[in-house]
């Protein structure tokens, strides 16, 4: 998949912003100083894919400032066809955000999977070293780009889980009966049975294939595995046997202590977590590793390339880590954010330099 074209209007720090791209050059960098926009620029292509930003859950806050509305669209080709996609936001007078398809207002099941894309910035590191909920993040929004039907099934296991634990809270005070969990429970076994084998697709695919990856990046015979810290039943009934097994600390404390919200997983080197035990630069290899898996990961699961968004990251990484990225980066049309034009020389071939400030865009072909 190919982006041809980006519109911003009102969004963060672009008044309006028209942009097309030529697909014979995969690499577009913007340059600039910090605080100029580049990172916005990074922001409405990823928006445009997953129908969220990476650096806020409010959608309001997207939009440029005294402004009550705001618009991001873009032109995408893929292998068939040329897509059109929109998303449309307004803080006043009522806070809404719309998706459009081909001019079409649709639901995010019908707008997501035309464009993917992997996001690689500096504090991805936090998904080795974080908590369970960040690497749980992670593994979700990797599902939702490469399977149809997952976003539903999360969300509508997040609803379940709330009125479960809501249920808990109203037997505690004496005004339910254990019985009212049963459709709760059902509605959990099933969907988070679904969830637990998508991400479990993932963490096999990477488990395979995260040591050897690992080894070429950092050149060593040092060996990291993937570790998955959870019990996953082989049936519904199991599911069901384990809420019941966690009936009455669940009571306790008014929440739910099984299934795939409260999963983790762990990046080992030998018996050790890297996290507590791994120098920075290990964990840098690791989640680089981590991201080239996601790049392949996802051109398996959708059949194409997904575009490639880099912030800042070089800056990150040594000479033998950055070329190994850099391999990456001539394989997927790539968007890269740097303050530094010796990064340029980098990379050889045909790039489109543009210059960004003060929310304004400017080529340097």
Same mark, same amino acid.
């Given at each position: 998949?190919?982006?041809?074209?980006?519109?911003?209007?009102?969004?963060?720090?672009?008044?309006?912003?028209?942009v097309?791209?030529?697909?014979?050059?995969?690499?577009?960098v913007?340059?600039?100083?910090n605080?100029?926009?580049?990172t916005?620029?990074?922001?409405?292509?990823?928006f445009?894919?997953i129908?969220?930003?990476?650096?806020?859950?409010?959608f309001?806050?997207?939009?440029? +400032?005294?402004?009550?509305?705001?618009r991001?669209?873009?032109?995408?080709?893929?292998?068939?066809?040329?897509?059109?996609?929109?998303?449309?936001?307004?803080?006043a007078?009522?806070?809404?955000?719309?998706?459009?398809?081909?001019?079409?207002?649709v639901?995010?099941?019908?707008?997501?999977?035309?464009? @993917?894309?992997?996001?690689? $910035?500096?504090s991805?590191?936090?998904?080795?070293?974080?908590?369970?909920?960040?690497?749980?993040?992670?593994?979700?929004?990797?599902?939702?780009?490469?399977?149809?039907?997952?976003?539903?099934?999360? $969300?509508?296991? #997040?609803?379940?889980?709330?009125?479960?634990?809501?249920?808990?809270?109203?037997?505690?005070?004496?005004?339910?009966?254990?019985?009212?969990l049963?459709i +709760?429970?059902?509605?959990? @076994?099933?969907?988070?049975l679904?969830?637990w084998?998508?991400?479990?697709e993932?963490?096999?695919?990477? #488990?395979?294939?995260?040591?050897?990856?690992?080894?070429?990046?950092?050149?060593?015979?040092?060996?990291?595995?993937?570790?998955?810290?959870?019990?996953?039943?082989?049936?519904?009934?199991?599911?069901?046997?384990?809420?019941?097994e966690?009936y009455?600390?669940?009571?306790?404390?008014? @929440?739910?202590?099984f299934?795939?919200?409260r999963?983790?997983?762990?990046?080992?080197?030998?018996?050790h977590?890297?996290?507590?035990?791994?120098?920075?630069g290990?964990?840098?290899?690791?989640?680089?590793?981590?991201?080239?898996?996601?790049?392949?990961?996802?051109?398996?699961?959708?059949?194409?390339k997904? $575009?490639l968004?880099?912030?800042?990251?070089f #800056?990150?990484?040594?000479?033998h880590?950055?070329?190994?990225?850099?391999?990456?980066?001539?394989?997927?049309?790539?968007?890269?954010?740097?303050?530094?034009?010796?990064?340029?020389?980098?990379?050889?071939g045909d790039?489109? $330099?543009?210059?960004?400030?003060?929310?304004?865009?400017?080529?340097?072909d």
């Amino acid at each position: 998949m190919i982006l041809s074209n980006l519109k911003l209007e009102n969004f963060r720090n672009f008044e309006k912003l028209e942009v097309d791209f030529d697909p014979k050059k995969k690499l577009t960098v913007l340059l600039g100083d910090n605080a100029q926009g580049k990172t916005n620029f990074l922001e409405a292509i990823y928006f445009l894919a997953i129908t969220r930003s990476f650096r806020t859950k409010r959608f309001v806050d997207t939009i440029m +400032w005294d402004r009550e509305h705001g618009r991001i669209s873009c032109k995408l080709e893929d292998k068939e066809r040329e897509h059109n996609l929109e998303i449309g936001f307004t803080s006043a007078p009522n806070k809404q955000k719309r998706l459009k398809k081909e001019g079409t207002v649709v639901e995010s099941r019908k707008y997501l999977h035309h464009l @993917a894309v992997v996001l690689f $910035v500096p504090s991805d590191i936090r998904i080795i070293t974080g908590e369970p909920e960040r690497k749980r993040r992670y593994l979700n929004l990797m599902a939702v780009q490469a399977f149809p039907g997952f976003l539903e099934s999360l $969300v509508t296991y #997040s609803r379940a889980l709330k009125n479960r634990n809501e249920t808990l809270r109203m037997i505690r005070c004496g005004n339910g009966s254990r019985d009212h969990l049963q459709i +709760w429970d059902e509605k959990l @076994a099933e969907l988070g049975l679904q969830i637990w084998g998508r991400r479990k697709e993932i963490i096999d695919f990477f #488990s395979e294939k995260l040591p050897k990856t690992y080894q070429e990046i950092a050149d060593t015979k040092d060996e990291i595995e993937l570790k998955y810290k959870t019990e996953i039943p082989t049936s519904k009934q199991e599911y069901l046997t384990r809420l019941q097994e966690n009936y009455d600390r669940d009571l306790r404390k008014f @929440a739910t202590h099984f299934g795939p919200h409260r999963d983790n997983f762990q990046v080992m080197a030998g018996k050790h977590e890297l996290k507590e035990y791994g120098s920075r630069g290990e964990c840098r290899t690791a989640i680089l590793a981590l991201k080239l898996l996601e790049l392949e990961f996802l051109r398996e699961k959708i059949g194409q390339k997904p $575009v490639l968004l880099l912030d800042d990251v070089f #800056s990150e990484l040594d000479h033998h880590r950055q070329g190994r990225l850099i391999e990456a980066v001539l394989n997927h049309q790539t968007f890269l954010t740097t303050t530094c034009r010796e990064h340029l020389g980098r990379f050889e071939g045909d790039i489109r $330099v543009l210059e960004v400030e003060g929310g304004e865009v400017k080529s340097m072909d």
